[in-house]
């Protein structure tokens, strides 16, 4: 999330198959080189980051199927 400037949602996806949501993770405050780490509690190969609310907006869930 370096130099990021708005908050946002983070979808973890594996096998098309959603398996891991956060919600709202902050940007960083000051943009100084600080990178903030976040992980999935479950296996992924895919990671989708979409704007604040966006999984609460759109009821997502875990083990929803996903296709792009």
Do not use: W
């Amino acid at each position: 999330m370096k130099e990021m400037l708005f908050d946002l949602d983070f979808i973890f996806i594996n096998k098309e198959q959603v398996v891991y949501l956060l919600e709202n993770i902050k940007a960083p405050v000051n943009n100084q080189g600080q990178i903030e780490y976040a992980n999935s509690e479950a296996p992924f190969n895919q990671l989708l980051e979409v704007r604040a609310g966006f999984i609460a907006k759109y009821n997502i869930k875990v083990g929803e199927q996903i296709s792009f």
